[in-house]
């Protein structure tokens, strides 16, 4: 039980290097290692975490503005759609501030692909 437990903490230590790596790279301007950190952030919370945690919607969200960055708005926005749906499932318990990134991306993303009415009422909902 004590060696499955420190490999939980390896792997939530892994996860939180990977998101930083990312944030790092997204700071250089090097998108495509931001993207390639990210998705290995999302898998690492995914397995030590579960699918719907915070940690996995947080990176997710981190993941969808790599795509962004990479002029995938369409991906970016399934992401971030994601994102969402984890914060959303979570109810009162959700952070209001990530909850508010994920409404931005997804903003972002629409306003991207067009839908600039989507993203006006997606940003007026970050901000209530």
């Not at 790596?21 to 090097?30: Q, S, T």
């Not at 990210?38 to 790599?66: C, P, R, W």
């Not at 839908?115 to 901000?127: G, H, I, P």
Request: charge should be positive; glycine fraction near 8%; hydrophobic fraction near 40%.
């Amino acid at each position: 039980q004590q060696q499955q437990q420190h490999s939980s903490v390896l792997l939530l230590r892994i996860a939180q290097l990977a998101r930083r790596l990312g944030d790092a790279y997204r700071c250089l301007g090097d998108a495509p290692l931001f993207k390639r950190q990210m998705e290995q952030a999302v898998g690492f919370y995914e397995q030590h975490s579960g699918k719907n945690s915070t940690d996995t919607a947080t990176a997710l969200i981190g993941l969808s503005h790599a795509f962004s960055q990479l002029g995938d708005s369409k991906q970016a926005l399934e992401i971030a759609s994601r994102a969402l749906d984890i914060f959303e499932l979570q109810g009162a318990q959700a952070d209001p501030l990530r909850k508010a990134k994920a409404l931005n991306r997804l903003a972002n993303a629409h306003g991207a692909l067009g839908d600039s009415l989507q993203s006006k009422l997606l940003l007026e909902r970050a901000l209530a």
